[in-house]
């Protein structure tokens, strides 16, 4: 007779109490509270795994959003090492994965699909064949507020007085809206903008995005600001398996507009959400 221990699988080993209670959470919305040194990032890499592994989730019919290419990749990376089926799945950035929507939805959105992406030296000389004899300084002042506005999820037609009291703004950006629309092209706040007006007004896409997405992942949560919190809502719908992870004490990205009131109010937005706190995890050594 022997006494032979139930082997752990790989997403499991190594975790606490709560760790695992993270990664092994059903259906309900879910929010996950977590500082560095907690292995939240290993939590989301393990949900991953176990989603596929034990619920039988497709990896294709995941979508983990992070902030950066860096992260995304190392998410990537360390999913598949806990199974290699999670290699799959779809892990990006917000505006990677607004560009992927965009360019599969083109038509839809009024673009081509090879639309080139500007940065903010692209949008300073687009502005200035509007504004012409505006000196530089000036024009990124502009593109600045251009920007603020996108990721607060407002268009020209909008109230902008939040975004700047100059009354001359609404037309600027009036102006560089239609220039830009003319080229065909899109910047980096269109890249949020754009897809969140499309699921907006397309149902069909709407519906199709929240189908081939059964489970949707958020990394640094605290991060997100108000256009991809918006886009969040729209991909998701009752049937999600949603989960945010995020740090209620920190967001180094407000110079970018985040707004932490999201992952303070995930609990309201999201009726029936569990919340689970976790606590530093010396021992598995992972952030």
Known sequence: MTNEQPSIPAWLHGFNDRQIQAVT?????????????????????????????????????????????????????????????AEKAVIRTFHSFGAWLLRRNAAAAGLSSNFTIYDDDDQA??????????????????????SRAKDEGLSQEDDLSEISGNPAFPNVYRQYEERLRSIGNVDFGDLILLPLRLLQHQREIRERIRQRFRAVLIDEYQDTNVAQYHLLKEITGPETWLGVVGDDDQSIYRFRGAEVTNILKFAEVFPGTKVIKLEQNLISGER
């Open 25 to 85: 959470h059903g259906e309900a919305p879910l929010l996950i509270l977590a500082g560095a040194g907690s292995g939240k990032t290993r939590v989301i890499t393990s949900r991953i795994a176990w989603l596929i592994a034990e619920k039988g989730f497709s990896a294709q019919s995941i979508l983990a959003v992070t902030f950066t290419n860096k992260a995304a990749a190392e998410m990537r990376e360390r999913a598949a090492s806990l199974n290699p089926a």
């Open 125 to 146: 000389s687009l502005l200035s064949q509007v504004l012409s004899g505006m000196p530089r300084r000036e024009l990124k002042h502009w593109i600045q507020r251009i």
